[in-house]
Nanobody
């Protein structure tokens, strides 16, 4: 099993940046991703990365502004968020997938992930 702990959330003004971290412990994962959920809205995919190969996937809404990366030595995945917008405000969750294979489309599906962190709040002021 995998344990995930997010950190780095906070309050930021629109247009500024924030970096989220997710430290993983336990067995290795095939892929890790970031999802977010705003009040009254469904959870949505943000970004994902294949742990072994480093291939990345992004939601259209954040592509070009957010960057997901990993540090193998630290077993940590990051989400660098630039040019933040008020609509980016949400609780951000990191997730880990234990399966050995995922199609491109699977990376954006929350049901494909087996483990979830507790979430970290990101607030963006305008």
């Amino acid at each position: 099993q995998v344990q995930l702990v997010e950190s780095g959330g906070g309050l930021v003004q629109a247009g500024n940046s924030l970096r989220l971290s997710c430290a993983a412990s336990g067995r290795s994962s095939f892929a890790m991703g970031w999802f977010r959920q705003a009040p009254g809205k469904e959870r949505e995919f943000v970004a994902a990365i294949n742990w072994s190969f480093g291939s990345t996937y992004y939601a259209d809404s954040v592509k070009g502004r957010f960057t997901i990366s990993r540090d193998n030595a630290k077993n940590t995945v990051y989400l660098q968020m630039n040019s933040l917008k008020p609509e980016d405000a949400a609780v951000y969750y990191c997730a880990a997938a234990g399966r050995s294979y995922m199609r491109r489309i699977d990376y954006a599906q929350g049901d494909e992930y087996d483990y979830w962190g507790q979430g970290t709040q990101v607030t963006v002021s305008s």
